[in-house]
């Protein structure tokens, strides 16, 4: 009986039912032409761990991912810098990972789809096809939901932290010295 890891299960199953549902076709390739082009918005968990496993699963696929940031914050992981533990540069991630496993990075910003021509046009004024999309942009904040509530007070006094990074460690600090909301209900002796 072979054992696998649960890794390596869910590479052979979970590439293999995606890119069946797609219709695109499995298998090794011998010759230089792609068996289909797949690209990928977004370099966050969800995109970055699409792109890898989709090109794991068959090589012949050509798959490109668009990332405006050439860096990706895990914001999960982010609860720990809260807590004081390991600096924000442990939870920093570059794309070169994705890089050796044969997908094409783009740092460039999605502008435009457009589904009939089957194309992504990029900030860059650039324009590519595509046989099979995935968006997978992450969350954002909608600033206008909070009156008075925007992306400077965001980043210098009250951050909802969303996204990894700047704000997180703007609300560590708040924590470690009570904060301005943190001194409304309690005050320490």
């Not at 860096?71 to 600096?87: K, Q, T, V, Y």
């Not at 909070?146 to 210098?156: H, L, S």
Request: aromatic share 10%; glycine share 10%.
């Amino acid at each position: 009986m072979t054992h696998y890891s649960r890794r390596e299960f869910l590479r052979k199953t979970g590439g293999i039912a995606l890119l069946s549902a797609w219709g695109l076709p499995l298998g090794a390739t011998t010759s230089t032409k792609t068996k289909g082009r797949v690209i990928v918005i977004g370099g966050g968990y969800g995109g970055a761990i699409t792109a890898k496993y989709i090109r794991l699963a068959d090589p012949g696929i050509q798959v490109t991912l668009i990332e405006r940031d050439k860096h990706f914050i895990s914001c999960p992981l982010s609860n720990e810098i809260l807590s004081g533990e390991p600096d924000i540069k442990s939870l920093t991630f570059g794309y070169d990972g994705l890089r050796q496993h044969g997908v094409q990075v783009i740092h460039a910003e999605a502008q435009a789809i457009d589904p009939v021509k089957k194309t992504v046009a990029i900030s860059d004024q650039k324009t590519l096809a595509y046989d099979k999309l995935v968006v997978s942009p992450g969350v954002d904040f909608q600033w206008d939901a909070i009156e008075n509530y925007t992306p400077e007070v965001a980043d210098t006094q009250m951050p909802h932290a969303w996204q990894a990074g700047p704000q997180t460690l703007l609300l560590r600090q708040q924590l470690k010295h009570g904060g301005w909301w943190f001194g409304m209900y309690y005050s320490p002796a």
